[in-house]
């Protein structure tokens, strides 16, 4: 066969396919042509979903009488010219194809009027029938009207959905857009009906409108720079999941992308607060150089390419990975940008509005044994209690209900009591504080691990008497290997574990932060991931799963009585643990309960 030209209005069609593969699709491509224009303000308006009507009308610098007929041309645009200009693009379009695509498979007609113009101009097509220019009545702008889109390919148009589903894509697009911009105006017509309306705003106002007052009310701000880039918007807290990724949202200077290894660093810097089947939420918007990313890469412009995607996911993922550690307890206080520059340390407790008891015992979270010490010995609890009780003359709890005032340097407040074993309530400035006291400490737990593993500085308590247990084949064989290794990996985590018979092993060390967990089983949960996954993956990706495991374990269990100075101390190490406010499967530690909420529950005022 011999090889021939495509026809021109062929080529069209084929590249439709690529650019216009629904109404949606047609509507971002003219969308963004508005931005290019400098609008202030785009209306929108479909008719069935945009199938049978697609008009975009905008205030941009227009389209001049003599470019007009060029605006329907292949691969003609007033955006590049140059292959520096296609490297450092800036503009959210470039390629001069959407407008010829579109027309090809449709019937389009543009009216376009530049400000200093006398008068508008009007140029339409029918497929690839284009008619001549002719005056218009326009104001200033442009208006683009894309009618009965795919009439001319009727097989194409047999593969749209329904008008609702097509509909529901192109609110999705303009939706995409609208955040995009907050300082461009929108509205939104379908089938006559007006249904959405952003006037120009700043960026937290115009994700509110557009995602929903919760999500801004759970969103954290983010604003980072480092060597060149930028990294701002909002990121939802991780109690703010969702069971899709349907809030999702990552703009590279601008352009709305679905970008793999930007996916891979949000993910990565959630994966510690966030339930493995959950999804995050987000806004946030990357700049960059224009010559550092490559977004020439697929028709749709929806993906792109770095010229140095380490850096790219390793500045996104620190930049988020820094504002998700913030303690979440003090995010939530009225003294929250005071607070999260000074971390509690011993001197809380001197502090002149902290009740006299809790001075009596050291608490301080940068001395965790002593915490911990008192958390898990029953014995010295219970003799501290009694002291205060005899030096104070009354009880720990009488003590804990403080005055609002008292309560504002402490964003989780003071404990007052314990439910069931489970739950630790306390008052703060703002409420009812209620926390779950084994997610709260395993998370306390898994951070002091982490940061003993990172500064390679694991203690190691040995046991008065090594405990012997009788362990398989497989298990001895993990700690023989663990053993012959130079590295010796048990030690590392701060294990002292030694093979006594081919079917014996004996526990003669443990990490200090876990002395009262249960060694045996510890030891068992340990060397099973050593054994699956191999030493060396254990402590680098299977790290955090590891120490997760190790932590749970060590955990303070449900049921267990706590005392007052006990609540007290687990509340103040949480508002000094970064990502406090997620355990690390995922489940929030505590909630807030307002007194407007607790108001309206009693119907006071009513």
């Not at 770095?306 to 009225?334: C, E, V």
């Amino acid at each position: 066969m011999r090889i021939l030209l495509l026809p021109d209005q062929l080529i069209s069609q084929i590249a439709a396919g690529e650019v216009v593969e629904r109404p949606a699709s047609a509507l971002k491509e003219l969308l963004e042509n508005s931005l290019d224009a400098g609008s202030s303000d785009i209306q929108v308006s479909l008719i069935q979903g945009g199938v049978k009507q697609l008009k975009v009308t905008d205030n941009g610098v227009g389209i001049a009488h003599e470019d007009l007929a060029m605006a329907l041309t292949r691969h003609a645009t007033s955006k590049i010219s140059t292959l520096e200009d296609l490297e450092a693009v800036a503009s959210l379009g470039f390629r001069g194809e959407a407008l010829a695509s579109i027309a090809s498979v449709s019937r389009t007609q543009i009216s376009s009027r530049e400000k200093s113009a006398k008068h508008a101009w009007r140029i339409a097509s029918e497929g690839s029938v284009i008619e001549p220019i002719e005056p218009a009545a326009l104001d200033a702008g442009t208006i683009v009207e894309v009618n009965d889109l795919y009439f001319n390919t009727p097989a194409r148009r047999k593969f749209l959905k329904t008008e609702a589903t097509e509909f529901g894509h192109c609110e999705a697009a303009f939706e995409r857009v609208a955040l995009s911009r907050p300082d461009v105006a929108f509205m939104l017509h379908h089938n006559g009906r007006a249904l959405s309306r952003y006037v120009a705003s700043a960026p937290s106002k115009r994700f509110s409108e557009v995602l929903g007052v919760e999500f801004s009310a759970e969103s954290i701000e983010i604003n980072e720079e480092a060597a060149g880039l930028r990294l701002w918007g909002m990121a939802a807290k991780p109690t703010f999941n969702r069971n899709s990724r349907d809030t999702q949202y990552v703009y590279v200077n601008g352009r709305f992308v679905r970008d793999k290894l930007i996916a891979h660093a949000i993910r990565q810097a959630y994966q510690d607060v966030l339930h493995h089947d959950r999804h995050p939420a987000f806004v946030l918007f990357l700049e960059c150089d224009p010559n550092w990313v490559d977004v020439n890469v697929h028709p749709s412009k929806t993906e792109v390419r770095f010229r140095d995607g380490q850096a790219i996911h390793r500045f996104i993922f620190h930049s988020l990975h820094k504002n998700l550690a913030t303690p979440t307890g003090l995010s939530n206080a009225a003294t929250a940008s005071q607070a999260a520059h000074n971390p509690f340390s011993s001197s809380y407790a001197n502090s002149p509005h902290y009740p006299q008891y809790q001075t009596q015992i050291n608490l301080s979270a940068n001395q965790p044994n002593a915490f911990y010490e008192t958390m898990f010995s029953q014995a010295n609890a219970d003799a501290m209690q009694a002291t205060n009780i005899l030096t104070n003359g009354h009880t720990p709890a009488g003590d804990a209900v403080l005055s609002v005032e008292h309560t504002h340097e402490f964003p989780l407040g003071f404990a007052v009591a314990q439910i069931h074993g489970v739950y630790v309530l306390a008052q703060n400035s703002i409420g009812l504080v209620v926390v779950d006291m084994h997610a709260a400490h395993e998370r306390i737990m898994y951070e002091q691990l982490k940061n003993a593993l990172d500064t390679k500085n694991v203690p190691m308590q040995p046991l008065l008497i090594p405990v012997s247990f009788n362990a398989d084949r497989l298990e001895v064989a993990t700690v023989n290997e663990a053993l012959a290794s130079g590295a010796d990996n048990l030690r590392q985590l701060g294990f002292d574990i030694a093979v006594l018979s081919p079917s014996t092993l004996a526990v003669r060390a443990v990490p200090t932060l876990l002395q009262n967990a249960d060694a045996v089983q510890l030891a068992r949960d340990v060397l099973k991931d050593l054994r699956e996954y191999g030493a060396s993956r254990a402590l680098t990706e299977r790290r955090n799963a590891l120490l997760g495991t190790m932590a749970c374990h060590a955990a303070v269990r449900a049921n267990r009585s706590l005392t007052i100075p006990e609540m007290n101390a687990l509340l103040r190490d949480m508002e000094a643990t970064e990502r406090s406010g997620m355990c690390n499967h995922g489940r929030p530690t505590w909630f807030q309960v307002s007194m407007s909420d607790l108001d309206k529950m009693f119907m006071r005022g009513k």
